[in-house]
């Protein structure tokens, strides 16, 4: 016996004190009220109505009952609605700010196309870690090492002019002996300032002969990006991000420095979604090429920089 829809039909004819119109309040036949609420009778061990007369009428045991069968039938209907509601609730998920609108705003189209309601929160690489942990989001795309990314993207030096070499040589941005020669410095930005990133790009620089301010991390990727527009300074960043601000680039000679992303937090379900899913969704909105997980966005070091012509 279903008891909540038992429980539906008592409530609903003691409410109109007719089979008849009870039945049809509750959007059933006649028949099938009779049937349930003979059911619960039994069930119970006790008449819910007095059927001696025509006016239909609850017993003593029946007034007893009603109240609970009422509570019974508003958590039912409350926990279908909060069924629809769960089922309706957005996924969140925290995604790097770098990660260009366009691409993002595809990104939930894809996912809708799936039927997942995707709303992207983008975030410094901290800020991520944190949502995750408050459960604020549902998941994140957070920065991780490479061994263990499912999303790779190759970083080097990006310039307002033309690069001489293929690749760059740290040691070619020492500073000159004439106290006036400008030092160009090396800018990370706020996603790369993660310790897999920043850490090795400084002693490099530091076994290249460089100052110590000549690496240092900007406030911002537009500060980065315009200080790399209007002086000679470089900006550490993806293939994209240099095509997207019109800069020349260029790998770094003997050091491998790539971006790692991968899926935390989350429910199973939620995080294969983006990993299987929509992986080459995320890997167009990361800059990384869409390719098998774990091994997008590698590139070699002869592509063509960002701004140079074939």
């Known amino acids: 016996m279903d008891i909540v829809a038992a429980c539906r039909s008592f409530v609903a004819v003691s409410g109109h004190g007719s089979f008849t119109s009870g039945a049809a309040a509750a959007g059933i036949p006649q028949s099938v009220a009779s049937r349930r609420i003979a059911a619960l009778e039994e069930h119970f061990g006790a008449r819910l109505f007095d059927r001696k007369s025509r006016a239909v009428r609850l017993t003593p045991f029946g007034q007893d009952m009603l109240p609970t069968a009422r509570r019974l039938v508003d958590l039912a209907d409350t926990m279908t609605d909060d069924a629809e509601r769960a089922r309706s609730r957005p996924l969140r998920v925290a995604v790097p700010e770098i990660c260009p609108p366009h691409h993002l705003a595809a990104l939930v189209v894809a996912a809708r196309r799936q039927r997942i309601d995707l709303e992207v929160r983008p975030a410094g690489p901290q800020e991520r870690e944190r949502l995750c942990q408050t459960l604020e989001v549902g998941t994140g795309i957070v920065a991780v090492p490479e061994a263990t990314a499912a999303w790779r993207v190759p970083l080097g030096l990006a310039a307002r002019t033309p690069f ?63 200080a790399a527009l209007g002086s000679p300074d470089l900006l550490l960043c993806s293939r994209q991000q240099a095509e997207d601000f019109a800069l020349h680039w260029r790998p770094l000679t003997g050091l491998r420095l790539l971006r790692g992303y991968d899926v935390a937090a989350g429910m199973r379900e939620d995080v294969e979604h983006l990993r299987t899913v929509l992986h080459a969704d995320v890997a167009r909105c990361l800059g990384a090429a869409a390719g098998l997980p774990g091994s997008a966005g590698d590139s070699t070091p002869g592509d063509r920089p960002a701004g140079d012509p074939e």
């Open 164 to 226: 001489p070499a293929p690749t760059v040589f740290l040691e070619t941005l020492r500073s000159g002996r004439a106290r006036t020669q400008a030092r160009r410095r090396i800018l990370i930005q706020p996603e790369d300032d993660v310790a897999h990133l920043r850490d090795p790009l400084t002693r490099a620089g530091h076994s290249a002969g460089l100052a110590p301010a000549q690496v240092s991390v900007a406030p911002s990727l537009v500060d980065a990006a315009a």
